[in-house]
Every structure is written in structure tokens, then in C-alpha cells.
């Protein structure tokens, strides 16, 4: 989606929606949405739009031989990732993963969103009860216990300045309304925890620090 203008009027947001709604119940594509900006000419202000279906969906998995691929939403029951091609035998604690996530934990300075999260993770998957990799998938889970949806009960009906809400709607036709979801700063968690790994992996095989 192209914007010439920050700022969409409200009846070019109901407009979108509204064209958005038809297409998709019409069945002819599951996400429709229309390119809808705002251009000012000569003093004048035109509206100018194209329509553009959205045939892909939002990626979460990045890395070709050392694959992370992170879930969960801001507000949900957790957040995390799975990480796939870690060789056999690799020692990790889950205080080694839990180090790196509490660097990154909220509500340590000022500057930080006041929300009070322990970010204790949990690995479910790939390590054995010795305390080696599997070379099997692992999957970290960190779950969320200072979650507060019904804070953004006004958010549905507007979108929040400075945040994704309003792209990500127009650009998929959904969102999720508490906090943001996958736009929230709690996807990184599963990137630091896939990160705490590729540290340990580099520091054995390659004696990097």
C-alpha cells in the first residue's frame, strides 16, 4: 500500500473497508484491499487510488539453514519462536535463553513501555533432559501474564497514532486490536531467545565471544 498522505480521511478509511467487506465475502479473494491516498495538487487536494489484491500473508520465518520462525501476539496467551536446524548435541540451559530475554524485558528504564512482564521462558521441545539439543525442532515459549485487553476497547474504533494499526489493517484487512498483536515489541522475544542459541552455536564452533 502506497500513502501520499499520513492522514486518511474518515470517510476514505469507510470507503476501504467497506470495498474490502464486498470483495471478500463476494468469495473472490480472501484479502482485498484498495490503495487509497491522498495527493495534493496545486493547492488542491485529489484523491487518487487503485485497488490491489493481497494474495500473501504477513512472514514469520526468516534464515535458510538456521530457521526461526516467531509466534504469538502482544495480548495473546504468549509469545515465542521454533528453531529449526540446530545440529545434535549443542548444550543449552534455559538459563542461558533466559539471560539474553531478561536483558531485553520491559519495564527496566523509563524510556521502556511500563508494562511489567517476567519473560520466564519455557522450552517445550528439541532438548533433552540433559541439557543437549536434539537436532529436532525447539520450540520457546514465553508467556504473557501482564495483559490487559479490555485497555483497548476504543482502539477498535480508532487507529492509534504512531503505531501499525492502521497499515496493517488496510494492508491485510485485519488486525488485532489489543495492543497491536504481531506489531507489539513482544515479537522480538522470540528472536533474542533464537539469538541466545546462535550465540552458543558461534561460541563452540567458532570461539566467537
Known amino acids: 500500500m502506497v500513502l501520499h498522505n499520513a492522514t486518511l480521511s474518515k470517510s476514505t478509511a469507510l470507503e476501504a473497508l467497506r470495498w474490502n467487506k464486498q470483495l471478500c465475502s463476494a468469495g473472490e479473494v480472501s484479502h482485498a484491499l484498495p490503495l487509497v491516498g491522498q495527493r495534493r495538487t496545486n493547492g488542491q487536494s485529489s484523491r487518487r487510488g487503485t485497488r490491489q489484491i493481497v494474495k500473501s500473508s504477513l512472514a514469520n520465518t526468516f534464515g535458510t539453514s538456521f530457521r526461526v520462525t516467531t509466534f504469538g501476539e502482544s495480548h495473546g496467551g504468549g509469545v515465542g519462536c521454533v528453531i529449526d536446524g540446530v545440529p545434535p548435541r549443542v548444550p543449552i540451559t534455559q538459563e542461558e535463553l533466559q539471560f539474553e530475554l531478561d536483558?531485553?524485558?520491559p519495564g527496566q528504564s523509563r524510556i521502556t513501555t511500563p508494562r511489567q512482564e517476567t519473560d520466564t521462558c519455557e522450552i517445550l521441545s528439541g532438548v533433552s533432559q540433559d541439557g543437549v539439543t536434539l537436532g529436532t525442532?525447539?520450540?520457546v515459549l514465553v508467556r504473557n501474564k501482564d495483559h490487559r485487553g479490555g485497555d483497548y476497547k476504543e482502539m477498535s474504533l480508532a487507529y492509534?497514532?504512531?503505531?501499525?494499526d492502521a497499515t496493517?489493517?488496510?494492508k491485510y484487512g485485519v488486525r488485532a486490536v489489543q495492543g497491536g498483536g504481531r506489531s507489539s515489541a513482544r515479537e522480538?522475544?522470540?528472536?533474542?531467545a533464537a539469538g541466545a542459541l546462535a550465540k552458543k552455536i558461534l561460541?563452540?564452533?567458532a570461539g566467537t565471544e
Open 188 to 192: 522480538t522475544i522470540g528472536r533474542v
Open 137 to 139: 525442532p525447539i520450540a
Open 103 to 105: 536483558r531485553r524485558r
Open 160 to 164: 492509534r497514532p504512531s503505531h501499525a
Open 203 to 205: 561460541q563452540i564452533s
Open 168 to 170: 496493517y489493517d488496510f
